[in-house]
């Protein structure tokens, strides 16, 4: 942060008018300047600059602010960069503080590890001999020097200890690096290896430039697997951080867009090519806390997915999550076998601009697969292509949004709209107004099948066995990040991958295939199929954010630095509104978030 009597002071000295001049030509009229608008088209001049007060308004499109916002707006900065610039361009020098300044950042040593670890795998790449291979492969994908430099990209050595012996001695032993996942152990074997080796290597940062963690690539098309993160550690949490964003937030700003791409090549590539607003989410589906970041930003999304099954599921899976963050998202339809990285490389950036220009709204393109399936040809698929719909709609948090989705489904569907404001108004079963309709209610319940008592990840997973048209389903709600369960985390992919496999897929290791053998002989009968799916996700969503929330409890005991204490406190509460919102029950962690609040609020909100 800048202390405010140093913004103060530069807003002081700032020439509002010098600044703003740099970007738009100004032409004196009265005591005031005027110009046309850089904010939005127009032929007559409706943008003034009104320096006794320092401040600009458009009397077209409504823009206004101070010296600083107009920086932060045009050139998509955040307030501390502007003022940096603003400072600049007036001769003055600002200094950041911190809070808690002084005391000891308890994740140092890890931020430290990994920041050796990018140098290390940086040199190896720019070594004349050891990089050879990996330069020429950068190169083959149209990626320079000055783009890999800016991506930090390394490469690691196909050498089983070659990173572990370079940071020993440099002080930093197994421990820290086992950790931080740079090095791990074999089940054979105790003595430790290094994590990344014959891989082109891709830092992984949070906003303020800390290498969080690493992915790594082949690049021998024969090698397997093709890529290979980082696992979870103190300091690194999939879910919460997304590739490439901090080097593409002030781009996002700019475009007030952002493209999310499905790996770190895409990324990278599209930066090569002068597309700098890409980001891409570090697994198979973008998470809640994804979605947040990127509503930081930008209200509109372009998803570049793989247009294959499993990426449309992907991709609806992040359009509702996008939705719920108040960021309108719109789907972008490759030619088959393309994706963002090969279709640039091969047909230059103005290619991919066109396919962008052509995007579709999620619930258009929801609408235009249905149809493709024939879903509108009878009552019931027509009622099942609502049930497909109702999620997006749900997700909406934008009122004007929702409201034209809603009358889009009821056109489409012949639905009408009172009816799917009720659907969508459901929040489970509701509470019996009376003893009469309480027995009512009780006896309806134990009338109705019974689902068999087994966990939750199991269930889901068998219901896709048992009916196959619950693949694609579930696919739109759950990613196989979802699963706590490696096993089943690993028959879901198969799924995703083979629906219609009959015996355990080659790829799967021995025990995993074992599991699914048995699940697809299971005899179990699995009554009300709605029923089943319902209680099951609301299951796994309230471990997931159960877990979530004790992290950040472990977390914020953890730190001692003010400035980290209040950001971990804020998304705490913003879990707990947003488990609120979804009618989760928390139980016990619940009830330790409402009885702690009061006492974190003191300790740092």
Same mark, same amino acid.
């Given at each position: 942060?800048?202390?405010?009597?140093?913004?103060?002071?530069?807003?002081?000295?700032?020439?509002?008018?010098?600044?703003?001049?740099?970007?738009?030509?100004?032409?004196?009229?009265?005591?005031?300047?005027?110009?046309?608008?850089?904010?939005?088209?127009?032929?007559?001049?409706?943008?003034?600059?009104?320096?006794?007060?320092?401040?600009?308004?458009?009397?077209?499109?409504?823009?206004?602010?101070?010296?600083?916002?107009?920086?932060?707006?045009?050139?998509?900065?955040?307030?501390?960069?502007?003022?940096?610039?603003?400072?600049?361009?007036?001769?003055?020098?600002?200094?950041?503080?911190?809070?808690?300044?002084?005391?000891?950042?308890?994740?140092?040593?890890?931020?430290?590890?990994?920041?050796?670890?990018?140098?290390?795998?940086?040199?190896?790449?720019?070594?004349?001999?050891?990089?050879?291979?990996?330069?020429?492969?950068?190169?083959?994908?149209?990626?320079?020097?000055?783009?890999?430099?800016?991506?930090?990209?390394?490469?690691?050595?196909?050498?089983?200890?070659?990173?572990?012996?370079?940071?020993?001695?440099?002080?930093?032993?197994?421990?820290?690096?086992?950790?931080?996942?740079?090095?791990?152990?074999?089940?054979?074997?105790?003595?430790?290896?290094?994590?990344?080796?014959?891989?082109?290597?891709?830092?992984?940062?949070?906003?303020?430039?800390?290498?969080?963690?690493?992915?790594?690539?082949?690049?021998?098309?024969?090698?397997?697997?093709?890529?290979?993160?980082?696992?979870?550690?103190?300091?690194?949490?999939?879910?919460?951080?997304?590739?490439?964003?901090?080097?593409?937030?002030?781009?996002?700003?700019?475009?007030?867009?952002?493209?999310?791409?499905?790996?770190?090549?895409? %990324?990278?590539? &599209?930066? #090569? *090519? !002068?597309?700098?607003?890409? @980001?891409?989410? $570090?697994?198979?589906?973008?998470?809640?806390?994804?979605?947040?970041?990127?509503?930081?930003?930008?209200?509109?999304?372009?998803?570049?997915?793989?247009?294959?099954?499993?990426?449309?599921?992907?991709?609806?899976?992040? %359009?509702?999550? &996008?939705? #719920? *963050? !108040?960021?309108?998202?719109? @789907?972008?339809? $490759?030619?088959?076998?393309?994706?963002?990285?090969?279709?640039?490389?091969?047909?230059?950036?103005?290619?991919?601009?066109?396919?962008?220009?052509?995007?579709?709204?999620?619930?258009?393109?929801?609408?235009?697969?249905?149809?493709?399936?024939?879903?509108?040809?009878?009552?019931?698929?027509?009622?099942?292509?609502?049930?497909?719909?109702?999620?997006?709609?749900?997700?909406?948090?934008?009122?004007?949004?929702?409201?034209?989705?809603?009358?889009?489904?009821?056109?489409?569907?012949?639905?009408?709209?009172?009816?799917?404001?009720?659907?969508?108004?459901?929040?489970?079963?509701?509470?019996?107004?009376?003893?009469?309709?309480?027995?009512?209610?009780?006896?309806?319940?134990?009338?109705?099948?019974?689902?068999?008592?087994?966990?939750?990840?199991?269930?889901?997973?068998?219901?896709?066995?048992?009916?196959?048209?619950?693949?694609?389903?579930?696919?739109?709600?759950?990613?196989?990040?979802?699963?706590?369960?490696?096993?089943?985390?690993?028959?879901?992919?198969?799924?995703?991958?083979?629906?219609?496999?009959?015996?355990?897929?080659?790829?799967?290791?021995?025990?995993?295939?074992?599991?699914?053998?048995?699940?697809?002989?299971?005899?179990?009968?699995?009554?009300?199929?709605?029923?089943?799916?319902?209680?099951?996700?609301?299951?796994?969503?309230?471990?997931?954010?159960?877990?979530?929330?004790?992290?950040?409890?472990?977390?914020?005991?953890?730190?001692?630095?003010?400035?980290?204490?209040?950001?971990?406190?804020?998304?705490?509460?913003?879990?707990?509104?947003?488990?609120?919102?979804?009618?989760?029950?928390?139980?016990?962690?619940?009830?330790?978030?409402?009885?702690?609040?009061?006492?974190?609020?003191?300790?740092?909100?």
């Amino acid at each position: 942060m800048i202390p405010d009597d140093q913004v103060e002071e530069v807003r002081a000295r700032a020439d509002i008018v010098d600044v703003i001049g740099d970007f738009v030509p100004l032409k004196k009229s009265g005591k005031d300047f005027k110009a046309n608008c850089p904010f939005h088209e127009e032929r007559t001049p409706s943008f003034y600059v009104v320096p006794a007060k320092g401040f600009y308004k458009c009397f077209g499109c409504g823009e206004s602010g101070d010296v600083f916002s107009f920086v932060m707006r045009r050139l998509g900065l955040d307030f501390v960069e502007a003022v940096k610039l603003v400072a600049g361009k007036s001769g003055m020098e600002v200094r950041e503080v911190r809070r808690g300044e002084g005391q000891e950042d308890p994740n140092r040593k890890f931020y430290e590890a990994n920041a050796y670890a990018r140098v290390f795998y940086q040199d190896r790449l720019w070594d004349e001999q050891d990089g050879a291979k990996a330069r020429a492969y950068l190169e083959q994908r149209g990626i320079g020097r000055e783009t890999a430099e800016r991506f930090g990209l390394g490469w690691a050595p196909d050498e089983w200890r070659g990173l572990r012996e370079a940071a020993a001695h440099h002080g930093m032993g197994d421990e820290l690096l086992l950790e931080v996942g740079l090095i791990k152990k074999s089940e054979r074997s105790q003595e430790p290896y290094d994590t990344f080796r014959g891989r082109i290597v891709f830092p992984i940062e949070d906003l303020s430039s800390h290498v969080l963690a690493f992915g790594g690539r082949v690049i021998d098309p024969d090698d397997t697997p093709k890529y290979l993160n980082s696992p979870e550690s103190p300091i690194y949490h999939k879910g919460q951080v997304l590739y490439g964003l901090s080097w593409a937030k002030n781009a996002i700003r700019r475009q007030e867009s952002v493209l999310v791409v499905e790996g770190y090549m895409d %990324a990278v590539s &599209l930066a #090569a *090519a !002068g597309i700098e607003h890409a @980001v891409a989410p $570090l697994g198979t589906s973008m998470t809640v806390e994804q979605a947040s970041l990127v509503s930081r930003y930008t209200k509109q999304a372009y998803l570049l997915f793989d247009s294959d099954k499993a990426g449309l599921a992907a991709t609806f899976r992040a %359009a509702d999550l &996008l939705l #719920a *963050a !108040g960021v309108h998202p719109s @789907v972008v339809t $490759l030619p088959p076998g393309e994706d963002p990285d090969t279709l640039v490389h091969g047909a230059g950036p103005e290619a991919l601009g066109g396919y962008l220009d052509e995007a579709v709204d999620v619930l258009d393109r929801k609408l235009q697969i249905l149809q493709e399936k024939d879903f509108f040809s009878s009552i019931e698929r027509t009622r099942n292509a609502v049930d497909r719909l109702l999620p997006t709609l749900r997700a909406v948090k934008d009122p004007a949004l929702r409201d034209i989705y809603v009358a889009k489904v009821a056109d489409r569907t012949g639905v009408r709209r009172e009816t799917l404001e009720a659907e969508l108004a459901k929040a489970g079963p509701p509470a019996a107004p009376n003893l009469r309709e309480a027995r009512r209610y009780r006896r309806r319940q134990e009338e109705t099948p019974r689902i068999p008592p087994m966990g939750a990840e199991k269930l889901i997973v068998l219901l896709m066995l048992k009916d196959r048209e619950w693949i694609e389903r579930v696919a739109e709600h759950m990613g196989p990040e979802d699963f706590q369960d490696r096993d089943y985390r690993a028959i879901f992919e198969a799924l995703l991958e083979h629906p219609d496999l009959t015996k355990a897929p080659s790829e799967l290791e021995p025990h995993v295939a074992g599991v699914l053998e048995e699940l697809l002989g299971d005899q179990t009968e699995l009554p009300q199929t709605h029923r089943v799916f319902e209680e099951s996700l609301g299951k796994i969503r309230q471990s997931s954010f159960q877990m979530r929330l004790a992290e950040l409890d472990r977390m914020i005991q953890a730190t001692s630095d003010e400035d980290r204490l209040t950001e971990l406190l804020t998304e705490k509460h913003r879990l707990a509104a947003e488990a609120r919102d979804s009618g989760i029950d928390w139980g016990p962690v619940a009830r330790r978030t409402l009885e702690k609040k009061n006492a974190d609020e003191k300790r740092g909100t």
